[in-house]
C-alpha cells in the first residue's frame, strides 16, 4: 500500500468532482501547448522561410505584402517591376547575391515561380529526383507538389494563369518536369520552379523575346562573321551589327556600350586578344572596356576576327535562352544544379523584362541598415525586409496569441482553484480519516504529503491529457493545414518550453493543495476523533 | 514487563482537571477495562496514553519508554510500531478495502509483516470473505471486526479500545469483548479497553474505575 494508491483511492472517493478537475486542467494545458507549439513552430517557419532573404525589391505597394507573396508564397504579389529598375541595386556592391522572381500562374493551386536554380538554395532544397532545367517551359517540382499531384520526372501539366486554382488554362504552353526537390519543410516544398524565361514565354512578352533572342544570336553569329582585314568596313558593319544588336531586349546600357563601341576609331586599336577578353568580361563593364578599348590596335584582323567571333559565341553561350553550354553539364542524377553556373549569371539576366521581386542577400549586415534607405528613398522600386516585415506580422498576431494565452492561464489558475476547493472540501469530511492516519502512525509531514499528493495527482491526470490533447490537435491542425494551406505544424515534437510549463503547471496543483496539506498537517487529532462523526 | 505506567497523570482543558490519575499500571498480557461515565475523561485517558495528547502533568511510560521524552514525529513512529487502537467509529478509510486498510496499517507500523498475516487476521475474525469489499459494503459487525485486525496486524505490544461496545446490543457486546480479548491475549499483547458500557465491568482481568478519580 503505497501514498499514491492512498491517494488515487481517495480521488476516487469523489469521482465527479476529480473528473471536472481534470478536465478543467487538461483544458488549460491544451490551450498552453496549442499555443506554444503553433507559436513557436510558425515563428521558426516565418524564419526558415526567409533565411537566406535580407531584403525583397517589389512593386510599390505593402512591404508586408510583398514579403508575403514572394518570401512565402501566401499573398498575391501587389505586381511587377522592370528588372532594369532593380539593376542597380542587384550590382550593388553590398549584395551578394540578387536573385529575381517571376510569379503569376499555378497549376492546381501550386504557384509556379519563375527564377533561377539559386533560388533553391534559399531553402536548402536539393534535388531528390531528375535534374535542373536547361530550357523554356522545363520545371522541377518541391516535394509537396509531388506527393499532392502525383507528377514526377518526365511528366507534363498545363498551367494556369492565377495563384489560385480556376484560373485559366496556359493551353498550348505545357510545362515539362525535369525535377523534383527533396522535402525541406520550407515553402519551397508545394512551388514549382522554372526558369524566368518560362513565364515570359507562357505569357507572351517571351514570344517576341524569343524571336528578339534568336535574332539577337543571328546578330552576334553576323557580327562572328563580318571581315574585320578592311577597317573601315569593319567599323560600318560592326556598327550595324551593333545597332541590330541595340533593337533587341538587350538593355540599354549595352546597347549605348556598343553604340560607343561602334563610334570609336577601330583603326588606332589592338582589336585582337584584348577585344575577346572585353567580351569575356560581363556587361556591366562594357563601359570601362571601351574605355581601354580606345587604346586597342585592330591592326592583326585575322586574329581580332577569330577572337571577336569566339567572344560572341560565349557571350551567347551566356545569354539566358542560349542553353547549349548548359546542356553540355551534367545534370544527371546528382544533387548539384546550376549555381554557380556562367548560364546563370545575374548580368546575362534580360533586363528589359519585368519581374516581380528581386531577393538580395547581403555581403554584411552592415547593409541593412543603409540599402534598404536607399532603394526606398529612390522610389522606382520597393525594398521591405523580410525579418523586419515578419518582426512586425508576428507582433501582431503575437497580440492575438498573448490574449488566447492569458484566457488559457486563466482557465488553468480556474484549474487549480477547482481543485483547491475540491481538496479543502474532501478534507473537512476526512478530518477522521486523517486523524486515523496519525491513529496508525503516520507521522504530520506524511499527512502533508499524502494531501499534496492528490493534488499533485489530479493536476498531473489534467495536464498529462493537456499534453496529449494538444499535441494531438496540432497534429491534426498540422496535417489539415499542410494539405489546405502549405503550412508546416507537427505535434510530434517537444520543445524546451513545455518542459517548463510542465513543471509550471505542477507547482500550480502543489500550490493548490498546499492550503489542505497544512490544514491536513495541523489536524488536531485528539480533538478530531473526539468531534468527528 | 509493564506494558502502561502512569504515575500523577493531569490534565485537562480548563483550570479543573478532567483527568487526574495517581498511578495506573497494565501488565503485558493483561487486559483492563477502563470504565466511567460520560464526561468523565475516559477518551482523554486513552489520548493520553496512545500519545495523541500531552498531559499537563504527570508521567506516562509504554513498554518502559517515556513518552515526555519522544518528539512529535518519535511519538507518531512509536504509536504505530506498538499500538493498536480500535476507535467507536471504527474508521476503516473509505477508499480503501478491507485488506488495504489492514496494508495500510501494517505500512504506518513500520514494521514488515508477511502477506500470509493479513489472510490468518481476516480467517481468525472471520472476515475473509469480504476481504475486497470497501467499507461502505459492509455490516456493523463486519466493520467492527475489521478494525480489530486492522489493530493487530503489526502483533502491537499493547491494544486500546474506545469504547467498542456502546451501539452494540448485549448479545453483541458480549461477542466484541469476548472477541477483542481472545485476539489481543493470543498475540500477547496487554488490551485496555475504555468505556461507560456497564456491560463490559468484570468481563476483563481487571476494571479500573474512571469515574471515581474525575
Not at chain 1, 525535377?179 to 512578352?205: F, K, M, N, P, Q
Not at chain 1, 550595324?240 to 561602334?262: C, P
Amino acid at each position: 500500500m503505497s501514498w499514491l494508491r492512498l491517494a488515487l483511492a481517495n480521488l476516487r472517493l469523489s469521482p465527479l468532482t476529480s473528473a471536472v478537475n481534470v478536465l478543467l486542467m487538461a483544458l488549460g494545458t491544451a490551450s498552453i501547448v496549442l499555443l506554444l507549439l503553433v507559436g513557436t513552430q510558425l515563428s521558426d517557419t516565418m524564419s526558415k522561410n526567409a533565411r537566406g532573404v535580407d531584403l525583397v525589391l517589389g512593386a510599390q505597394g505593402s512591404p508586408v505584402q510583398l514579403v508575403l507573396a514572394t518570401v512565402y508564397h501566401a499573398d498575391a504579389a501587389p505586381g511587377n517591376i522592370a528588372l532594369a529598375d532593380a539593376r542597380p541595386w542587384m550590382e550593388d556592391r553590398r549584395v551578394d547575391q540578387a536573385i529575381p522572381m517571376s510569379l503569376g500562374d499555378s497549376y492546381t493551386g501550386f504557384r509556379i515561380v519563375g527564377t533561377l536554380p539559386e533560388f533553391a538554395d534559399l531553402y536548402a532544397a536539393n534535388l531528390a529526383d531528375g535534374r535542373w532545367w536547361s530550357d523554356s517551359l522545363e520545371a522541377v517540382i518541391g516535394a509537396a507538389v509531388a506527393d499532392a499531384t502525383g507528377l514526377g520526372v518526365g511528366d507534363t501539366f498545363e498551367s494556369a494563369h492565377g495563384l489560385v486554382e480556376g484560373g485559366h488554362q496556359h493551353a498550348d504552353e505545357d510545362y515539362r518536369i525535369t525535377g523534383v526537390l527533396e522535402r525541406t519543410g520550407t515553402v519551397a516544398d508545394r512551388l514549382i520552379l522554372t526558369s524566368l524565361e518560362s513565364i515570359w514565354a507562357v505569357h507572351g512578352s517571351g514570344h517576341q523575346n524569343h524571336e528578339h533572342e534568336e535574332k539577337h544570336d543571328d546578330d552576334h553569329q553576323d557580327h562572328d562573321e563580318h571581315d574585320h582585314d578592311d577597317d573601315d568596313r569593319h567599323d560600318g558593319e560592326h556598327a550595324d551589327d551593333h545597332d541590330d544588336h541595340d533593337e533587341h531586349d538587350h538593355d540599354e546600357e549595352h546597347a549605348d556600350n556598343h553604340e560607343d563601341h561602334d563610334g570609336h576609331e577601330h583603326d588606332e586599336h589592338d582589336h585582337d586578344k584584348e577585344h575577346a577578353d572585353e567580351h569575356d568580361e560581363n556587361h556591366a563593364k562594357h563601359d570601362d572596356d571601351h574605355e581601354d578599348h580606345d587604346g586597342h590596335d585592330h591592326g592583326d584582323d585575322g586574329e581580332h576576327d577569330d577572337e571577336h567571333a569566339a567572344d560572341h559565341d560565349d557571350h551567347d553561350a551566356q545569354h539566358a535562352d542560349d542553353h547549349e553550354d548548359h546542356d553540355g553539364h551534367d545534370h544527371g542524377d546528382d544533387d548539384e544544379h546550376a549555381s554557380g553556373d556562367a548560364a546563370y549569371d545575374i548580368n546575362t539576366l534580360r533586363y528589359d523584362e519585368e519581374v516581380t521581386a528581386v531577393l538580395l542577400t547581403f555581403r554584411s549586415p552592415t547593409a541593412a541598415v543603409s540599402l534598404p534607405r536607399q532603394i526606398n528613398a529612390g522610389g522606382s522600386v520597393l525594398a521591405a525586409s523580410p525579418v523586419t516585415e515578419v518582426t512586425r506580422l508576428l507582433g501582431l498576431i503575437g497580440v492575438g496569441l498573448d490574449g488566447l494565452r492569458t484566457f488559457a492561464w486563466l482557465l488553468i489558475i480556474s484549474a487549480g482553484l477547482s481543485i483547491f476547493a475540491a481538496l479543502y472540501g474532501s478534507l473537512r469530511s476526512r478530518r477522521g480519516d486523517i486523524a486515523m492516519l496519525r491513529c496508525l502512525g503516520a507521522t504530520r509531514s506524511e499527512v502533508l504529503v499524502a494531501l499534496l499528493l492528490e493534488g499533485l495527482l489530479l493536476t498531473a491526470l489534467g495536464v498529462v491529457l493537456g499534453f496529449l490533447a494538444g499535441h494531438v490537435t496540432v497534429e491534426l491542425l498540422g496535417a489539415w493545414l499542410e494539405s489546405a494551406r502549405g503550412v508546416s505544424f507537427t505535434g510530434v515534437i517537444w520543445l524546451s518550453a513545455e518542459t517548463w510549463l510542465l513543471l509550471s503547471l505542477l507547482i500550480v496543483g502543489i500550490i493548490a493543495a498546499l492550503v489542505p496539506a497544512v490544514q491536513a498537517y495541523r489536524t488536531d487529532v485528539a480533538k478530531t476523533l473526539a468531534e468527528a462523526p | 514487563m509493564t506494558a502502561i505506567t502512569v504515575e500523577q497523570l493531569r490534565f485537562g482543558y480548563t483550570d479543573k482537571p478532567i483527568v487526574d490519575i495517581e498511578t495506573f499500571r497494565l501488565e503485558q498480557g493483561q487486559s483492563v477495562a477502563a470504565i466511567g461515565p460520560s464526561g468523565c475523561g475516559k477518551t482523554s485517558f486513552l489520548h493520553l496514553l496512545a500519545g495523541l495528547l500531552r498531559p499537563d502533568s504527570g508521567e506516562i511510560a509504554l513498554l518502559g519508554q517515556s513518552l515526555a521524552a519522544l518528539s512529535d514525529t518519535e511519538l507518531d513512529r512509536f504509536r504505530g510500531g506498538n499500538l493498536g487502537i480500535v476507535l467507536q467509529q471504527f474508521r476503516l478509510l473509505r477508499g480503501l478495502s478491507v485488506i488495504d486498510n489492514l496494508r495500510l496499517a501494517g505500512k504506518l507500523s513500520r514494521c514488515t509483516i508477511a502477506p500470509e498475516r493479513y489472510q490468518h487476521l481476516l480467517k481468525r475474525l472471520d472476515i475473509a470473505a469480504v476481504a475486497d469489499h470497501k467499507p461502505s459494503e459492509l455490516s456493523q459487525g463486519q466493520a467492527q471486526r475489521a478494525a480489530i485486525a486492522r489493530a493487530l496486524v503489526h502483533k502491537p505490544s499493547i491494544v486500546m479500545a474506545d469504547e467498542p461496545t456502546s451501539a452494540l446490543d448485549d448479545r453483541n457486546a458480549q461477542e466484541v469483548i469476548e472477541l477483542l480479548n481472545s485476539a489481543v491475549t493470543d498475540e500477547g499483547a496487554a488490551l485496555l479497553v475504555v468505556t461507560h458500557d456497564q456491560r463490559i465491568r468484570g468481563t476483563l482481568d481487571t476494571d479500573f474505575d474512571l469515574g471515581a478519580i474525575a
